[in-house]
């Protein structure tokens, strides 16, 4: 069983930056795809990034690339997401999930083995 906590949220203001951490815990994350996901309110959950549990590719949404990076230490058995130049569309409950040995194309908001409980992001305008 794998226990994933974010943190790092809060309120900033458009242009700003923030950056957020997941901490994994029961057992090494390794082997797992890591990801992070948002919900804003009234909308569905949607992918954010993702970095591969092997061979270091990472993957964003359009909506975020060249703004947001994300990175990983094993070592720590966290992930993080560093956004930058946020935008009032970024407001948005954001989630960290893992899927074992997946595919950072194969990271869709179905099938994670793992979430978190979810840190808020507000940026005002």
């Known amino acids: 069983q794998v226990h994933l906590r974010e943190t790092g949220g809060g309120l900033v203001q458009a242009g700003g930056s923030l950056s957020l951490s997941c901490a994994a815990s029961?057992?090494?994350?390794?082997?797992?795809?890591m990801g992070w996901f948002r919900q804003a309110p009234g909308k569905e959950r949607e992918f954010v990034a993702a970095?591969?549990?092997?061979?270091?590719?990472?993957s964003y949404a359009d909506s975020v690339s060249g703004r947001f990076t994300i990175s990983r230490d094993n070592a720590r058995n966290t992930v993080y997401l560093q956004m930058n130049s946020l935008k009032p569309d970024d407001t948005a409950i954001y989630y960290c999930?893992?899927?074992?040995?997946?595919?950072?194309?194969?990271?869709?908001?179905?099938?994670?083995?793992?979430w978190g409980q979810g840190t808020q992001v507000t940026v005002s305008s």
């Open positions: 970095y591969a549990w092997i061979g270091g590719r990472t």
């Open positions: 029961g057992r090494t994350v390794s082997d797992y795809t």
């Open positions: 999930a893992a899927k074992f040995r997946a595919t950072v194309q194969n990271m869709g908001v179905k099938g994670q083995d793992y």
